[in-house]
């Protein structure tokens, strides 16, 4: 059984940064696309950024291109976000997910098998 768990979470300033990671295990192998979507109250489920499975193409979010940036450590089974400038408009939970059929980006939660319990970002303004 595939697991997903997403750190590196919290509450910040505007302007501030954040790095969540998310690991996988449950024998998935290093060969899949994943990503990250977030989740506001009231708002429905929002795609932050996608990673092939090889880490070479990536695609973001209109909200958040230019500001963050994802990286995946095959070896590690690790997903990267990187989150620069930060507005109070990024406050979400933020979940990881990975995608067995895709081998691109995945943009859109249908694509996605596994989901995490998602991780609480909060901006302060």
């Known amino acids: 059984q595939v697991r997903l768990a997403e750190y590196g979470g919290g509450l910040v300033q505007a302007g501030d940064s954040l790095r969540p990671s998310c690991t996988a295990s449950?024998?998935?192998?290093?060969?899949?696309?994943m990503g990250w979507f977030r989740q506001a109250p009231g708002k429905l489920r929002e795609f932050v950024a996608g990673i092939s499975w090889n880490g070479i193409n990536k695609g973001y979010g209109d909200s958040v291109k230019g500001r963050f940036a994802i990286s995946k450590e095959n070896d590690l089974n690790t997903v990267n976000l990187v989150m620069f400038g930060l507005k109070p408009e990024d406050t979400a939970i933020y979940y990881c997910?990975?995608?067995?059929?895709?081998?691109?980006?995945?943009?859109?939660?249908?694509?996605?098998?596994?989901w995490g319990q998602g991780t609480q970002v909060t901006v302060s303004p």
């Open positions: 997910a990975l995608a067995k059929s895709t081998l691109g980006v995945a943009r859109s939660p249908e694509e996605y098998d596994y």
């Open positions: 449950g024998g998935t192998g290093s060969g899949y696309a």
